[in-house]
C-alpha cells in the first residue's frame, strides 16, 4: 500500500511542481489606481486592466483585456467574461464583441470575499483563464445605502406635495386685489390781492400806484383834439 501512495505522490509531482501556477492562471498586479492582468501560452497573450484597484461591493468594476496571437492572425472572436465568487460555478456573466481595440466589460460585486473573473475564448482549443481578485466590504452597507435613498424619496415627495397643496387649486380664480382710489386733483386757488382788508382802496377810486406813477385815473378822459371839453355823461 505504501509503495503505491509514494508512486502516485511521485507522478502528481512531476506532473504539476510545487510552486509553479497553473497555465490557465492570470497574473494580477497593483499598479497606482487599477489591477493590470497578463497571461500568455505559446499561441496566445492576454493583457488588460481593472477598475478600480480596490474593487467593493455595490461599485461598478470595469474591465478593459485585449488579446494577441504569436503566428497566424489576430483573433478577433468574442469572449465571454464571468465575475463570481470563489467555489461558486455561476455568476454574473457577459459575452463581449471586440470594439476598435478592446473587449470591455462592467460588473457591480454583489458580495465582499474572494472572487474570480473567467475569461474564455476559442481559437485553436478552448481556452479558460481565472484571475483571483479580492473585493472589500462597501463604505456604506448596502441596505443602509437603499434605507437613505428612500428615505430622501420620500421626503422630496412630501416637500412636492406640501407646495402643490399650498399653492393655487387649478380653476380656482385668483381673489380680488382692493385698488386704493387715485388722490383728487387739488383745484389751484384764486390769486388774492396784494391788498386786502384794511389796506384795500375803496370801491371806485383807483390803486394807489396808479395815483404815484401819474397814469391817468379811468374816470378822466382826455380832452379832444379842438380844445373843448368832453361831453358829460
Known sequence: MFPLMAALWLATAGAAPLGQDPT???DVEARDDLLTLSWSDTEEQLKGSIRPATPREGE???VSLQV???EGEDFDGPLIITLREEGASHGQ???VKKDALHWQATFVPEHDGPHLLDVSFRTTRHKALHAPLHVKASRLPLRLGWGVLGLGCLALL????RGLL???RPGEPSPPVDTPPAPAAETPAPPQSA???ANAPPAGEPPPALVESGAP???SAPPSSTGEPPASS
Open 158 to 161: 412630501g416637500y412636492t406635495v
Open 24 to 26: 490557465d492562471r492570470i
Open 93 to 95: 456573466s457577459l459575452t
Open 60 to 62: 461598478p468594476l470595469q
Open 166 to 168: 399650498r399653492g393655487e
Open 68 to 70: 494577441g496571437s504569436f
Open 217 to 219: 385815473s379811468p374816470d
Open 195 to 197: 391788498l386786502t382788508g
